[in-house]
C-alpha cells in the first residue's frame, strides 16, 4: 500500500487544464487546411495524380472535403497545407467541406430539449464497424487520467440500454452492418449519432470498396462528425464539448 | 534443405519462375518434413488461375535466417487437407478455401474464415449460392454435449471500445471446456483490392490493415516494395524506421500493462500505465504528426527527417516516460493481489505453442526464442541487435513480464538510436517494380511476425500480395489458454494476448 502511495505521488496529478488552458498540438499535426493553399492547388492542378478519393476537387477555386480527407504526409493532390488547428468536428456532413469564402464552422450545441437532457450525463454505447482500432484507441484514450472525460459527464457504457447515443467508428463492413443497426435500436430514445473518423463518416481508406458500406450516414442520421484518419483525442473532444455546449 | 524447398531471405527478390513447381505429393511432404524439422509455417496461400489454383507456402528455418517457399498446381477444385497432421495450417487451409473456392479433403474443422465472397466469382468452397448473403458467425461450431455442459456466447458487440469478435464457451460450470472465436466481421477486402497494384491507396490500406500497427505493417510493406525496386534504404532512413517500430511496441505494451492491471482490478498502474501509453503516441507524434504513424513511411525511406531540436525534444519525453513507467510497472511485482491473479492463469504449454506455431510475445513466454528482428533481421536491426527475453511458464503473469522486458529494451534502443543518429538523406527516390518476381518481407511488430508476400505479374503489378498478422497465428493460442480455466478469467487472458480484429480480418 505505501508503495502505491508513494507511486502516486512520483505520479503526480497528471489530468490535462483543457479547456480552462489551450492545447498544444505537435508542430507536425495536420488540421484545418490552409485555405489559400488550395486554391494555389486549383491553380496548379495535376491532372495526373488526383486525390485517391476525390477528397480535393479544384472547382469553385479549390475545394476539400474534410469528411474523406485522410490528412496524408504528402497531399496528392498538390500544394494543399493542413495547419494544427485540430478543431475540426462539425455537426452538417456540408460543413466539411473547406474551399475560399467558405465560413470556419465548428460544431453546434444540441437542440435545447436534448442539451437539457445530455448536458450532464451523456453516456455512449460504442461500435467498431470495420475500424482499424485507431479510432477505437483514440477514443479510449479520452477515459485515461490524462484526459479525464468523465469530468464533463461523458462516459462510454457497455450497454446500448444505458445508453444516450452510438458511437460509430469504421467503415461500416458488410459483416458488421446488421449489428450496428441492432445496437442502435437498442438505444432509447431520444438517442444521438457520432461518427468518429474519416472511415465512419465516408468510408476512410475504404471508400467505395466492395465490402464496405461508405460510413454510417447511410443508414441512421448523424449528429456529430468528427474528422481525421484518427482524429487526434483533442479533436473528438472538442466536438464533444461544442455539442454539450461546454466550449465558450 | 529438401530440393522443393527454394532458399530465400527476408526483403530479398527471387524470380518467381525459379521456384520449381512440385507436384501435390511433394508439396505437401515437402511441408510436413520441414515442420518435422523445427520448421514453421509463415505464410501459405493461392493464387486463383484460370483452370487451377497455385499454392504457395512460405516455411522459416530457423538456422542462418534463412526462409525456404515451395509451390504446386492444385487443379480439380479438391486438395488434402494437412490440418490434421499440422494444426498450423489449419487456418491457412480454410482461408485459402475461403479465397480460391479450393476444397481442403478431410480437414477438421472446414469452415469459413471471414464470411467473404471468393476471389473468382462462382468457386466457392461452400456451393454457396452468388444471389444470397453470406451471413457472417453463422457456422456449425464445437459443442460439448452432456450434462450440466452449457454455451456461452458473446459478441460481436462487446462491452468495451473494442473490435468486434465472436466467441463460444463450452463451458461445464464456471470450467471452460473448449472455445471457438469466430471472425470476418472487420473484413474490408484488402487483399482483394491489392491485384493488379500498388494503387494509390494502396499504402493507406497497409497503414490500416491494423491501425494499432501502422508502422509494423507500413514498414513490412514498403520493404517489399523496395526489394522488388531494387531500392536502398540510407541508414538514416533505417534508423528512423527503427526508433518508429520501437516506439509503437512502447505504446501498446504499455496500454496493455495497464489493461492487465485493470483487469485484475488494481487501479494504479491502470491508470498510470493508459496516460504513459498517451507519452509514447506524443513521441509519434512528434516524428510525424500522427499518433499512430501515419504518414511517416513510404516506400525508399520516411517521409519526414528529424531535425535536432525534435531529437533532443524525444530525448527528453523518453527520459520522463521511462521514470514514469518504471514506477507504475514495479507496483505490479509488488503487490501480491495482482501476482496471485496473473500467475498460473491462461497458459499455454511449449509444445502447444510451437504446434500452433505461435509468434511473437505470446510465443516468447512460453519459451519460443522468436523474434524476426533477432532471427530474420531487417532494416536497422541488421545492424543492431536487440536481446530476446523469454519466459517459460506461458501464463498471463509470463506474458506481462514480457512485455515489460521488451519495452525497457526499446527504450534502450531508441535512446542509444536518437544519440547516434547518421546523417545523410532519410530517403532515395522510386522506381518501377521487377516483373515476375517474388518477395517475403517480415517485421517485428509489437505483436509477433508481420509476413508480407508480393508477387508480381509480367508488367511489375501485384499477381498477388498476402498479408499475414500475428493475431493469425496467435488467436488459436488464446483458445487454447483458456481451456480448463473459469470463464470469469477471459477478459484477463484476452488482454495478455490483445490481438488484432481487423489485421486478421483484413
Not at chain 1, 477505437?136 to 469530468?151: F, K, Q
Amino acid at each position: 500500500m505505501i508503495r502505491a502511495l508513494i507511486a502516486r505521488i512520483r505520479q503526480g496529478h497528471r489530468t490535462m487544464p483543457y479547456p480552462a488552458a489551450p492545447l498544444q498540438m505537435p508542430e507536425r499535426f495536420r488540421g484545418y487546411p490552409v485555405v489559400s493553399s488550395l486554391e494555389r492547388a486549383a491553380e496548379e492542378k495535376d491532372e495526373a495524380s488526383p486525390c485517391p478519393y476525390g477528397a480535393y476537387t479544384a472547382e469553385g477555386g479549390g475545394c476539400l472535403d474534410m469528411g474523406k480527407c485522410l490528412f496524408c504526409a504528402e497531399c496528392s493532390a498538390g500544394t494543399v497545407e493542413f495547419t494544427t488547428d485540430y478543431q475540426l468536428a462539425v455537426t452538417r456532413r456540408d460543413h466539411l467541406m473547406v474551399g475560399p469564402g467558405a465560413d470556419r464552422r465548428h460544431a453546434s450545441p444540441l437542440p435545447p430539449d436534448l442539451l437539457r437532457m445530455f448536458g450532464r450525463s451523456l453516456k455512449f454505447r460504442e461500435v467498431s464497424a470495420g475500424g482499424c482500432n485507431a479510432c477505437e484507441a483514440d477514443t479510449n484514450v479520452l477515459s485515461t487520467i490524462g484526459w479525464d472525460l468523465g469530468r464533463f459527464g461523458i462516459q462510454f457504457v457497455a450497454s446500448p440500454r444505458h445508453a444516450d447515443g452510438l458511437w460509430v467508428t469504421g467503415p461500416v463492413t458488410e459483416n458488421m452492418h446488421q449489428a450496428l443497426l441492432t445496437t442502435y435500436e437498442a438505444i432509447p430514445a431520444p438517442k444521438i449519432v457520432v461518427a468518429c473518423g474519416a472511415c465512419a463518416i465516408n468510408g476512410g481508406p475504404y471508400l467505395d470498396s466492395p465490402r464496405v458500406l461508405n460510413g454510417v450516414d447511410s443508414l441512421i442520421p448523424v449528429d456529430l462528425y468528427i474528422p481525421g484518419c484518427p482524429p487526434n483525442p483533442a479533436t473528438i473532444l472538442d466536438g464533444l464539448l461544442r455539442i454539450l455546449d461546454k466550449l465558450k | 534443405m529438401n530440393n522443393s524447398l527454394h532458399p530465400l531471405y527476408n526483403g530479398l527478390a527471387i524470380p518467381f519462375a525459379g521456384i520449381p513447381q512440385a507436384d501435390a505429393g511433394q508439396f505437401l511432404q515437402t511441408i510436413l518434413d520441414a515442420i518435422d524439422r523445427g520448421r514453421r509455417i509463415v505464410s501459405y496461400f493461392g493464387i486463383p488461375g484460370q483452370d487451377a489454383v497455385t499454392l504457395v507456402c512460405v516455411l522459416a528455418d530457423k538456422s542462418e535466417g534463412r526462409l525456404g517457399v515451395t509451390r504446386t498446381a492444385a487443379g480439380g477444385g479438391h486438395f488434402p487437407s494437412l490440418a490434421n497432421l499440422c494444426p498450423q495450417a489449419q487456418l491457412f487451409e480454410r482461408e485459402i478455401a475461403e479465397q480460391c473456392g479450393l476444397i481442403f479433403d478431410d480437414h477438421p474443422w472446414f469452415k469459413p474464415v471471414r464470411f467473404h465472397r471468393p476471389f473468382t466469382p462462382g468457386r466457392d468452397a461452400w456451393n454457396r449460392p452468388a444471389g444470397e448473403p453470406i451471413p457472417v458467425g453463422v457456422m456449425d461450431y464445437f459443442q460439448v454435449e452432456g450434462p450440466e455442459v452449457h454455451e456461452v456466447a458473446v459478441g460481436p458487440v462487446h462491452a468495451g471500445i473494442i473490435e468486434p469478435g465472436h466467441f463460444r464457451f463450452q463451458c461445464h460450470g464456471e470450467e471452460v471446456f473448449h472455445l471457438e472465436i469466430s471472425h470476418g466481421y472487420q473484413h474490408r477486402g484488402i487483399e482483394a483490392d491489392l491485384f493488379g497494384g500498388p494503387h494509390p491507396r494502396t499504402l493507406h490500406h497497409m497503414e490500416t490493415l491494423a491501425g494499432d500497427t501502422t508502422i509494423g505493417h507500413g514498414q513490412a510493406y514498403c520493404m517489399a516494395v523496395e526489394a522488388l525496386a531494387g531500392l536502398k534504404v540510407t541508414p538514416r532512413g533505417e534508423v528512423l524506421r527503427g526508433i518508429a517500430l520501437e516506439l509503437e511496441r512502447l505504446a501498446n505494451h504499455t496500454g496493455d500493462l495497464g489493461a492487465i492491471a485493470g483487469d485484475v482490478g488494481y487501479l494504479p498502474t491502470s491508470s498510470f500505465c493508459g496516460r504513459i501509453r498517451g507519452d509514447f503516441l506524443n513521441m509519434t507524434a512528434v516524428l510525424c504528426g500522427s499518433r499512430f504513424g501515419r504518414g511517416l513511411l513510404t516506400p525508399g525511406g520516411t517521409v519526414f527527417d528529424l531535425t535536432q531540436g525534435q531529437r533532443d525534444d524525444l530525448l527528453r519525453r523518453l527520459a520522463e516516460a521511462r521514470r514514469d513507467l518504471t514506477g507504475a510497472i514495479d507496483l505490479l511485482w509488488n503487490t501480491p493481489s495482482v501476482m496471485g491473479r496473473l500467475e498460473g492463469t491462461g497458459t499455454v504449454s511449449l509444445e502447444m505453442a510451437l504446434e500452433l506455431g505461435m509468434v511473437g510475445p505470446a510465443a516468447r513466454a512460453s519459451g519460443i526464442k522468436r523474434d524476426v528482428r533477432h532471427g530474420y533481421p531487417f532494416g536497422i536491426f541488421r545492424m543492431t541487435h536487440l536481446p530476446v527475453a523469454t519466459a517459460f511458464h506461458g501464463d498471463v503473469c509470463a506474458r506481462t513480464m514480457i512485455r515489460w522486458q521488451e519495452a525497457q529494451k526499446s527504450m534502450d534502443f531508441i535512446d542509444e538510436q536518437l544519440r547516434q543518429l547518421p546523417s545523410g538523406d532519410h530517403r532515395v527516390t522510386t522506381s518501377p517494380l521487377a516483373a515476375g518476381q517474388l518477395v517475403v518481407a517480415m517485421t517485428e511488430g509489437w505483436r509477433g511476425e508481420i509476413c508480407h508476400v508480393a508477387i508480381t505479374d509480367d508488367l511489375g503489378r501485384f499477381a498477388r500480395y498476402k498479408v499475414v498478422d500475428p493475431s493469425f497465428h496467435n488467436w488459436p493460442g488464446l483458445a487454447m489458454a483458456l481451456r480448463g480455466q473459469q470463464i470469469s478469467d477471459f477478459p484477463l487472458c484476452n488482454k495478455s494476448f490483445n490481438l488484432s480484429y481487423c489485421g486478421f480480418d483484413l
